[in-house]
């Protein structure tokens, strides 16, 4: 139809190849999420992604105490693919935000993937709210 | 606890600029307001010297709305004050500004001499302990009490300028769509420094800027304005080597909050993956 549908889908596409085939993510699939010109992209990373700085604190308190590694079942992702010249505004995250069902615990987040003409994607987490850094 | 009734902030606006003076003001700013400022004062004989500043503080516009509108400090134009106050200066008025010009140099060389002679004592018992050792004789230590404090001249205008002349008035806020952030993080408790040396506008801790490091390198947008994603691959990966999340956020229009006390952000938090 229009030039940026198609546009969001390929640049989806090229992202989902290199989920798929560099970062060896699992489950992939692409959504149409109702109220979301753009398709999103879900699918389970080999380990998991993103760990809250509280549950690390805690997964460091029980390594201690137990002396086993606390372990951490990878979780499903949401990824927005979107390319490197484009701009953004707080309105048009906040309704890809609003488009995802509640997670199950802690905030919303999604994981946004930048790609440039190079093929090259860079990914980065995104989440609602004021959330810490993570310790690393 | 029942805190005694808080005393209103005076934020002095000179040519355009907030500032603070008052050095009870600025630790309850601190205390009260989670608000630090800059200080920007320097010593008039070495203006050029910028390493260790003093007072006053200096506060940006939209933390100064913010106060305002929280009812935690006024501005006051201190031009117009202090003009109206040196032109109204009647003889009386002038006799008591001398007058207490006066004692307040009196009470700073009470303070000095009370210090020399805290100095000296110090200087006198450790010559005692010299001479006991070396029976050298204590010539040398005796000039010390006789060194006089320098002359202070009090140069503040507390005293005949009344605190609360010419205040603005409240409502002279600037355009109301940008500063949200500023407002809504302060009135969560996070304390913001200038962010300049992280390439945004604010560092934001958690606490005091003494007690924490910065959580946040955050940028205020407007709802609809363009964020490049440049700018958010930049600004995350940047703030992610450095142990920060880069924080966007702005005033979101549609939404209404039942408390409007605070105004209604939408925020991102924005973290490089790994990967």
Redesign the interface.
């Known amino acids: 139809m229009d030039a940026s549908h198609q546009f969001g889908a390929d640049v989806a596409s090229a992202v989902f190849e290199n989920l798929q085939e560099q970062?060896q993510w699992a489950s992939l699939q692409i959504h149409r999420l109702p109220g979301l010109s753009r398709p999103m992209i879900r699918g389970l990373?080999p380990r998991l992604?993103?760990l809250h700085p509280d549950d690390q604190i805690a997964a460091l308190a029980y390594e201690k105490s137990t002396g086993t590694r606390a372990q951490h079942d990878a979780e499903f992702e949401w990824v927005l693919a979107?390319?490197?010249?484009?701009?953004?505004?707080?309105?048009s995250?906040?309704a890809v935000?609003d488009a995802l069902p509640e997670a199950r615990k802690r905030a919303k987040r999604i994981?946004?993937a930048?790609l440039h003409n190079d093929s090259t994607v860079?990914?980065?987490?995104?989440?609602?709210?004021?959330?810490?850094?993570?310790?690393? | 606890m029942e805190q005694p009734p808080q005393q209103l902030i005076r934020i002095a606006n000179i040519s355009g600029r907030y500032l603070v003076f008052d050095p009870d003001a600025v630790s309850a700013l601190r205390r009260r307001a989670n608000t630090n400022g800059t200080l920007v004062g320097t010593t008039p004989q070495q203006p050029t010297q910028n390493i260790f500043l003093g007072l006053p503080i200096e506060l940006r516009p939209e933390e100064v709305d913010a106060l305002v509108s929280a009812g935690v400090a006024y501005v006051v134009d201190d031009v117009a004050a202090h003009r109206s106050a040196l032109l109204s200066l009647g003889p009386d008025e002038r006799r008591a500004y001398i007058g207490s010009l006066r004692s307040r140099k009196q009470a700073a060389h009470k303070v000095f001499a009370e210090v020399t002679a805290q100095k000296a004592s110090i200087a006198a018992s450790k010559a005692e302990k010299l001479r006991d050792s070396a029976k050298s004789d204590g010539s040398l230590y005796s000039r010390n009490s006789q060194v006089t404090s320098l002359g202070v001249t009090p140069t503040s205008s507390v005293h005949y300028v009344s605190p609360d002349s010419h205040a603005l008035p409240v409502e002279h806020h600037r355009d109301s769509e940008k500063g949200a952030l500023c407002q809504f993080?302060l009135g969560?408790g996070?304390f913001m420094t200038p962010g300049l040396r992280f390439g945004a506008r604010y560092s934001?801790y958690?606490g005091d800027p003494l007690r924490f490091h910065a959580?946040?390198m955050a940028n205020e947008?407007?709802?609809?304005?363009?964020?490049?994603?440049?700018d958010?691959?930049g600004g995350?990966?940047l703030?992610?080597a450095v142990?920060?999340?880069f924080?966007?956020?702005?005033r979101?229009p549609s939404a209404t909050k039942p408390d409007a006390a605070l105004p209604a952000v939408?925020?991102?938090?924005?973290?490089?993956?790994?990967?």
């Open positions: 970062h990373p992604l993103y979107v390319h490197l010249a484009e701009k953004w505004t707080l309105s995250l906040a935000m994981v946004l930048a860079v990914y980065y987490i995104v989440q609602e709210g004021m959330i810490k850094p993570r310790q690393n | 993080m969560n996070y934001v958690p959580h946040f947008y407007g709802w609809e304005e363009e964020i490049p994603i440049l958010i691959v995350g990966r703030a992610t142990k920060k999340a924080l966007i956020g702005g979101e939408r925020s991102f938090s924005i973290e490089w993956a790994g990967m």
